[in-house]
């Protein structure tokens, strides 16, 4: 079982420029959530989806898009890249029932854009 | 709205114990989490409150008292291997079992 991969693993983009990060799981969970994270601010929510063709803002949406199209993917884009987007993001899965679960985290995107 | 406070940083000898604390303020509260993050990696669970007192786990236990907003990891035994940041985070409410963390105390443990 890989768990919850995420690609790219590092990326540079200019300002401007656009790009998705993917965030597959194999573990059947319902729930998937996009944060990033900054130094000195902790992890932040961007967009999450409570199943297939749901999604949902965050506390930080602003500038990204997401989409869940299959159960197992969820994808989150910048349509155009701003230096303040630069960041690690993480995606994270949780299943639908057992609030006594942590989430389970992908091994995250640093993104830079310049 | 939601916020939680934890130290920047706390260091501590190798065998000894660590208590890193967290207080939270929230508009709703349905659990308390506690992670831990190894330098550029990501975050792994390690615990989960949601009544008042002590759940332990092996070397690390974590505390929760819900009237006064305030948690503790605790950590026995140290080794060098428990260098990383530990956050702390709740669950305001169930609906999409939405999770808010805290900044993060980095744990320096040194021989």
């Known amino acids: 079982n890989a768990g919850v991969t995420q690609t790219p693993k590092f990326r540079v983009l200019k300002t401007g420029q656009s790009m998705t990060l993917l965030c597959a799981q194999d573990m059947n969970h319902e729930y998937m959530y996009w944060y990033r994270q900054d130094p000195g601010m902790g992890l932040r929510l961007i967009h999450y989806s409570v199943g297939e063709g749901t999604t949902a803002k965050g506390e930080v949406p602003d500038g990204y898009n997401v989409s869940r199209l299959k159960k197992q993917n969820f994808l989150l884009g910048l349509e155009s890249a701003a230096p303040s987007q630069t960041s690690v993001y993480f995606c994270?899965?949780?299943?639908?029932?057992?609030?006594?679960?942590?989430?389970?985290f992908g091994s995250g995107t640093r993104l830079t854009v310049v | 709205g939601q916020s939680l406070e934890q130290p920047s940083e706390v260091t501590a000898v190798e065998g000894a114990i660590v208590q890193i604390n967290c207080t939270y303020q929230?508009?709703?509260?349905?659990?308390l989490f506690w992670y831990q993050q190894h330098a550029g990696e990501a975050p792994t669970f390690l615990s989960y409150?949601?009544?008042?007192g002590l759940e332990e786990k092996g070397r690390f236990s974590s505390f929760l008292s819900r009237s006064k907003g305030y948690s503790y990891l605790l950590l026995k035994e140290l080794q060098m291997k428990d260098s990383a940041s530990y956050l702390c985070a709740v669950r305001p409410d169930t609906g999409g079992f939405k999770t808010i963390f805290g900044a993060g105390t980095r744990l320096f443990v040194k021989a």
């Open positions: 409150n949601v009544l008042d």
């Open positions: 929230t508009s709703g509260f349905n659990g």
């Open positions: 994270a899965t949780h299943p639908r029932t057992g609030g006594v679960y942590g989430y389970t």
